[in-house]
Structure formats: structure tokens, C-alpha cells
């Protein structure tokens, strides 16, 4: 890890330079374009839109709080917490309502 690795705000891993992905609170489109966003792993990411639907991330999970408390989020973190920083994994395709 170096001084200029930035934490995930979901995970709290270092993100290796290069392998983040900007994630807008409130989606674009949504009404979310310009807002607020975190830097998350791309992991993290992936599964945050393959737990949540625009809708959902707009209405009830616009903070990483909220986001870190979601049941499925929160066994994800769990579970991704023990991997090393830079570790990059398949997200299957859409998985909501499961």
C-alpha cells in the first residue's frame, strides 16, 4: 500500500491506483448527475448495482451507510474484507430480488 492508495468507503481496503470506480450516490439518473460520489473498488461497485436496483440506490441506500447496512451488502464486506486489495472476481449478472 502506498500513501496515495485511497480506502474503499465499503470495505475499508486500500484501492490500488487504477482499479477503482466512481459510484454516484444517487444515480444519474435518478437525478443523482453532478451529486455526491465515493471512489469504491470495482468489486464492491459491481455488486452494489447487482444487489440494487437505480430506483432502490436513489431512494433508500444514498450513503454508504445505508449501503454497508443492506443484509447482502453486508455479507459481501464481510466476506471481501479477508481478500487482498487488488482481488478482482465475476460478479454474476443481475441478482436482485433473489
Known amino acids: ?34 451529486g455526491p460520489t465515493v471512489l469504491l473498488h470495482n468489486i464492491c461497485h459491481k455488486e452494489v448495482h447487482a ?9 433508500s441506500f444514498n ?5 454497508r447496512a443492506h443484509p447482502r451488502l453486508e455479507n459481501f464486506l464481510n466476506w471481501v474484507r479477508k481478500r487482498p486489495p487488488g482481488f478482482q472476481s465475476k460478479v454474476p449478472g443481475k441478482r436482485r430480488g433473489r
Open 51 to 59: 444487489t440494487l436496483s437505480e430506483a432502490e440506490l436513489a431512494r
Open 63 to 67: 450513503t454508504v451507510e445505508t449501503l
Open 1 to 34: 500500500m502506498t500513501n496515495s492508495d485511497q480506502i474503499c468507503p465499503l470495505c475499508d481496503r486500500p484501492i490500488p491506483e487504477g482499479s477503482g470506480s466512481l459510484h454516484h450516490l444517487i444515480p444519474k439518473l435518478k437525478g443523482g448527475k453532478g
